[in-house]
């Protein structure tokens, strides 16, 4: 018998349209000028290996997926880099969804940093990482920094004019964009521990948003003084519908039910003897203890 569904379960199956079809996901909540302020201080909280992980998986998903994690107990080390592409074969690269084109076939050295002084960091990282002989086919440098376009733009012509490398300058507005524009919240919470996760979010669905609707309209008429026998016929067509309306939303049962006793009192006042009928035999169904 434990195997055996619930009756509600299987009304569910039966009839979804008489249940709420809204759900409870998770959901992050973190606003752009608090996240620019995360990043902006993460010095101040010694977070620079947080921010060099966040970083890399920014990149992962906004530019190429295969990058090698950082093994070193500091950002680029030896290596003079953060972290790099590793080659992966065309027939797997062609099935990428996300990304940059050539990053399965070419290499790419990569370089994070928290450090104020950005553009002298920048110079000495990419410096570094030339001065390696690995021959990179690309240079991206990430700041948590603001840094101003022009000063990015002469930047990347002077280091790519020095060294034959093309090189890429992403500061904190091109990180903010690709975090609130492509939905990657998720990273700043579990990398940086910025905003916060509700696990009970309620996403409205279709019919419960039409239904919330008609709730509202309902209850607005049923709030206004009568002045007519129509006003008052219609009245208990409106407070019965308006319980089945909270059984569907599947609103608190206190709810529910006292909808169904106003539609009940409603119709004995004013409805007839079919109405009554409905009310109570609504009222009962409600109350039947579906999940034993």
């Known amino acids: 018998m434990s195997d055996f569904p619930k009756p509600s379960e299987l009304l569910r199956q039966t009839r979804p349209y008489l249940f709420s079809d809204s759900s409870n996901v998770g959901a992050y909540t973190l606003s752009r000028s608090e996240l620019s302020h995360y990043l902006d201080s993460i010095t101040e909280r010694n977070q620079h290996q947080d921010f060099e992980v966040f970083a890399r998986k920014v990149c992962e998903r906004e530019i190429c997926p295969n990058l090698r994690p950082q093994t070193g107990p500091e950002g680029g080390g030896d290596g003079k880099v953060d972290t790099e592409t590793y080659p992966v074969a065309e027939e797997i690269s062609d099935s990428w969804f996300l990304g940059l084109p050539n990053a399965g076939s070419e ?29 990179y086919d690309r240079i991206i440098f990430v700041t948590s920094k603001a840094a101003r376009s022009r000063d990015r733009l002469n930047i990347e012509e002077e280091l790519r004019k020095a060294h034959g490398v093309p090189v890429t300058i992403h500061d904190r507005s091109w990180i903010l964009d690709r975090v609130f524009e492509h939905d990657h919240l998720d990273l700043a919470h579990k990398h940086l521990g910025a905003g916060q996760y509700d696990e009970n979010k309620v996403v409205v669905g279709p019919l419960d948003f039409e239904r919330l609707e008609e709730l509202k309209k309902l209850e607005e008429a049923l709030g206004k003084p009568n002045q007519s026998k129509a006003e008052f016929a219609q009245s208990v067509v409106d407070s019965l519908y308006a319980a089945k309306l909270s059984r569907m939303l599947e609103k608190p049962k206190i709810e529910t039910v006292g909808r169904f006793y106003r539609a009940i009192r409603c119709a004995k006042k004013y409805g007839t003897r079919r109405q009554q009928l409905a009310a109570i035999y609504e009222h009962g169904w409600t109350e039947v203890p579906l999940d034993l």
Do not use: H, I, N
Request: aromatic letters at 14%; hydrophobic letters at 40%; proline letters at 0%.
């Open 107 to 135: 290499r790419w050295g990569f370089a994070f940093s928290a450090q104020k002084t950005w553009s002298r960091k920048v110079r000495s990282d990419v410096d570094g990482m030339v001065g390696t002989g690995r021959a």
